[in-house]
Nanobody
């Protein structure tokens, strides 16, 4: 089992930056892929970006490409999502997820999830 805990959410103004963290614990493996998703009420959970502990190409959703950076620190078992130029439409609960091996944009491929952290963006 892998436990995930997100932090860093909060209320910001449009145009601000925010960095979310995801601390992984339990049976964390170097082969794991880590992802960020987000969800607003009444909507499906959507892919934001993903990275592998072992490196390689980092994936981003088109909506966040150019405005976000995903990074990792395996020694700290922590993945980060830095978001810049935030827009009101970026407001959501942001979730961290983990799976074996390769990244995926499909939320159903991820068996491990955190509880989420709320991001509010006011205009």
């Amino acid at each position: 089992q892998v436990q995930l805990m997100e932090s860093g959410g909060g209320s910001v103004q449009a145009g601000d930056s925010l960095t979310l963290s995801c601390l992984a614990s339990g049976e964390v493996q170097y082969r794991h892929a880590m992802a960020w998703f987000r969800q607003t009420p009444g909507e499906e959970r959507e892919f934001v970006g993903a990275i592998r502990w072992s490196g390689g190409r980092i994936e981003y959703a088109d909506s966040m490409k150019g405005r976000s950076t995903i990074s990792k620190d395996y020694a700290k078992r922590t993945v980060y999502l830095q978001m810049n130029m935030l827009k009101p439409e970026d407001a959501a609960v942001y979730y961290c997820a983990a799976k074996d091996w390769f990244t995926s944009r499909n939320r159903q491929d991820y068996p491990y999830w955190g509880q989420g952290t709320q991001v509010t963006v006011s205009s």
